[in-house]
């Protein structure tokens, strides 16, 4: 017998990591060329060499060989897609979504997914359903997006896999059917995607859809977190901290809060306030706090927690920890969290 689950009966812990779930993909970068070879790059992809215009847009992307510009990266990857090159449209889709080199523009993003996933591009398929299912750029048509992810999921495509089990989670476009969420999310699992591996870990510390087991929860965090996913090494600081499913280890949870941070993860943030707070380490509390705030404004228990730190430093400590803030911003100002969030509005 099949098990129903409805969107009401799932935690707000799994709603949210779902809602983190349901993203278009990001920028598909495949350059690594040298900079002696940026000029002859630059003379094929002017001559018109789709190829050439790609790995160039990529170099304007990333900085590699020439100054970085969101602008000429967009550039270039448009004349690339106006060549019908379904990874470029796939590409430039995205950049309209997000405004990365040009004003965004829904409806050219969903114009260009679109192109690409009718030249069977997976990618594309999979970003161009999510539109549709959201209704972002188009009119809302579910079923019709739900058409398009599975057609990727068809071809193997891990996140396409993975949203096409959450919609048969949730019952988004398709009947709520737990053994087919998990056939699916499972499919995604086997390619060792770290956003369904974190999801497993998700049920099973919830016990929704699966009983309830911390330590396969700890596994599946740590399978995910080890592969970079800064949802899952926050997540699996807070069992290190609490002793749940695993052996009690607050410096392995402050080393993996440590690393979630570094990804830019602002619970993670918030954790290593928490825990410097309660040790009574007054420079490394306000030291993430600083950066904590930047993210979370508007928690008045955490401008509080920040407040009283620095009431315990001497001056000059407070200059030093606000210089070495400043410095990890700079460092760190190009960390993104990768994808477009399409949250469902899951309530």
């Not at 020439?66 to 430039?92: C, F, H, Y």
């Not at 979504?97 to 969903?110: L, R, S």
């Not at 992810?149 to 048969?168: D, M, S, T």
């Not at 007054?282 to 950066?291: I, M, P, Q, S």
Request: charged share 20%; net charge neutral; with cysteine.
């Amino acid at each position: 017998m099949q098990f129903k689950i409805s969107c009401l009966s799932l935690s707000r812990c799994i709603r949210n990591s779902i809602a983190a779930a349901l993203i278009v993909g990001s920028w598909q970068y495949c350059f690594s060329q040298a900079p002696a070879e940026i000029a002859h790059l630059l003379e094929r992809a002017q001559a018109g060499y789709v190829n050439e215009e790609m790995q160039l847009s990529h170099a304007f992307q990333s900085g590699i060989g020439v100054p970085q510009s969101s602008g000429e990266a967009a550039r270039w990857m448009l004349k690339a897609a106006n060549q019908g090159n379904p990874l470029a449209q796939t590409d430039i889709g995205y950049a309209y979504f997000t405004g990365a080199g040009v004003a965004i523009d829904p409806q050219q993003a969903f114009k260009w997914f679109e192109r690409a996933a009718l030249a069977n591009y997976p990618p594309a398929q999979n970003d161009l359903g999510l539109l549709l299912i959201k209704g972002e750029g188009t009119a809302r048509d579910v079923s019709a997006g739900v058409r398009w992810v599975r057609k990727a999921a068809e071809h193997n495509l891990a996140p396409a896999q993975l949203h096409i089990g959450i919609f048969y989670l949730l019952g988004i476009g398709l009947e709520p059917d737990n053994r087919e969420a998990m056939q699916w999310i499972h499919k995604a699992v086997k390619q060792h995607y770290p956003q369904a591996e974190y999801l497993m870990g998700e049920l099973y510390e919830e016990g929704q859809s699966v009983p309830r087991d911390l330590s396969k929860a700890v596994y599946w965090f740590r399978m995910s977190a080890d592969r970079g996913l800064a949802l899952a090494q926050n997540e699996l600081g807070k069992l290190c901290e609490a002793g749940a499913g695993v052996p009690q280890d607050k410096s392995a949870a402050l080393r993996w809060y440590f690393v979630a941070a570094e990804a830019g993860n602002s619970q993670a943030l918030i954790n290593l306030v928490r825990m410097y707070a309660t040790y009574g380490i007054a420079d490394r509390a306000y030291f993430w706090g600083l950066l904590a705030l930047r993210s979370s404004p508007n928690l008045t228990a955490l401008s509080e927690v920040v407040a009283s730190a620095r009431r315990h430093l001497a001056e000059k400590d407070v200059l030093r920890v606000e210089a070495e803030a400043t410095e990890w911003i700079q460092a760190h100002s190009g960390h993104a969290q990768q994808g477009v969030d399409l949250a469902f509005n899951i309530h």
